[in-house]
């Protein structure tokens, strides 16, 4: 079958997204320029315009995407370890935590407060970012429904130790402390007595 | 008497400062231009190269400024509350923590994601955030024994809670979740539940 028109639209708008990407990690956030995403991309600045708006338009697409993929990969990597158990204990549940403060999590963590802080003066972005973060909060609401539910006999959980503290966690100010911050284990530990207290 | 030459250089400097920060204050740390400082200082964009390097440099200067002035002036404004006190309750403690989700406070911490998110690019800027972020982690440990030291009979005080969770505290997740977040009654609830066990 020919092509049809929404086919050829799908595909330079994936290609518009594949070449911003390039750029934003190659150039960085700041340094991203339309011309250079058009360039990547084999199409016209035009182009870019018409599918995106402008380019707070096309960041707000890309890093929106880029965010909803740090969050939903983060909670799909705790649920599949975590949700194997039929019974969870708080040692579990601490355990199945993502490493956050090892090495080659930084740049992660880089990118995330880079998106934040872009969605302060970008309302296109912020308003995405709103909406993702609210649908996240559900889904770990559902997650959380389910360790409850899977709790061993004797455990208590205090999910809010998620939902407040977790959910507002920015370890960027324990990068900057360095070798004066809190290591992996005195942060284990603090959750798990937070956790089941 | 008349002005030395050291001064002078420190009139000038300071006059630089003060117009970095108008310029940052109108047109946002992105938008900030040196030929616009230049303008506003009334001195010349050599002069700002001679006494901070490059743009880089100007912005190391005066964000890392902003940076302490905003954790100085919040642990002074805490510490002033808690330590009219000779014995301190964990009510007290939690009663004296300034209302972060209150209109108004969202400014402030817009800032602080912008200032953290640029230091990722500077590293100028990110070795004076790593200092002064440790010097303020000193000054916290020194405000917690004191707090330690005047706690009520009876009462106990889990530190970490500010060590480990307040200060990677980043309400800018709760602000993108709007209705949807913890109130701030549930978030001092939270924090008197968790310090006191």
């Not at 649908?135 to 208590?156: K, T």
Request: charged share 25%; with cysteine; proline share 3%.
């Amino acid at each position: 079958m020919a092509p049809t028109n929404s086919d050829r639209v799908e595909h330079a708008q994936s290609s518009i997204l594949r070449s911003a990407r390039q750029e934003i990690e190659t150039s960085g956030i700041l340094g991203l320029r339309v011309a250079e995403v058009a360039a990547g991309a084999n199409c016209s600045i035009t182009q870019i315009y018409r599918y995106f708006g402008d380019r707070n338009g096309l960041l707000a697409r890309v890093l929106g995407d880029m965010y909803a993929e740090i969050l939903v990969a983060t909670r799909d990597a705790y649920s599949a370890v975590l949700l194997q158990k039929q019974s969870i204990t708080v040692d579990d549940i601490v355990a199945a935590l993502p490493a956050v403060f090892e090495p080659g999590s930084s740049n992660l963590q880089h990118l995330r407060l880079q998106i934040l802080a872009a969605s302060v003066t970008n309302e296109e972005l912020r308003a995405r970012l709103e909406e993702i973060t609210r649908d996240e909060s559900d889904r770990w609401d559902e997650g959380l429904d389910e360790v409850e539910n899977r709790l061993a006999p004797g455990e208590s959980f205090d999910r809010r130790v998620f939902t407040i503290f977790l959910a507002n966690f920015l370890p960027y100010y324990r990068i900057l402390l360095g070798d004066k911050g809190f290591s992996s284990d005195e942060f284990r530990g603090f959750l798990r007595d937070k956790m089941s207290s």
